[in-house]
């Protein structure tokens, strides 16, 4: 069974910064796409950005200038840099892969996503 092992979350006041990671267990796809989503209570989930397994990133226009999606390939591990973090990226944020899929530069649809993290909360205060 995959489990995405995701670590980095915690609480800091506006204007700084924290990385997320992110790494499936007993997978590895030749061909995949990874990425982050976050949820506020009350809202729905929505993407923050993803990265495929050739290094094709696609943000959500809100992260783009702010946050960074990376990966290490031979760990198989993505990591999400936050850098000057506002009260509204409060939110739990969710891991999850698309196996055997490529974006290619646009967002996928949430379904296509096959497996998710429990979630790490993120914090900013003002």
């Known amino acids: 069974q995959v489990h995405m092992l995701e670590s980095g979350g915690g609480s800091v006041q506006s204007g700084g910064s924290l990385k997320l990671s992110c790494s499936p267990s007993?997978?590895?796809?030749?061909?995949?796409?990874m990425g982050w989503f976050r949820q506020t209570p009350g809202k729905e989930r929505e993407g923050v950005a993803v990265?495929?397994?050739?290094?094709?990133?696609t943000y959500a226009d809100y992260a783009k200038d702010r946050f960074t999606i990376s990966r290490d390939g031979a760990n198989f591990t993505i990591y999400l840099q936050m850098n000057n973090l506002k009260p509204e990226d409060t939110a739990k944020y969710y891991c999850?892969?698309?196996?055997?899929?490529?974006?290619?530069?646009?967002?996928?649809?949430?379904?296509?996503?096959?497996?998710w993290g429990q979630g790490t909360q993120v914090t900013v205060s003002s």
């Open positions: 990265i495929d397994h050739d290094g094709t990133t």
């Open positions: 999850a892969l698309a196996p055997y899929y490529y974006s290619g530069g646009h967002f996928p649809p949430e379904d296509r996503f096959s497996y």
């Open positions: 007993n997978y590895n796809p030749k061909m995949y796409c």
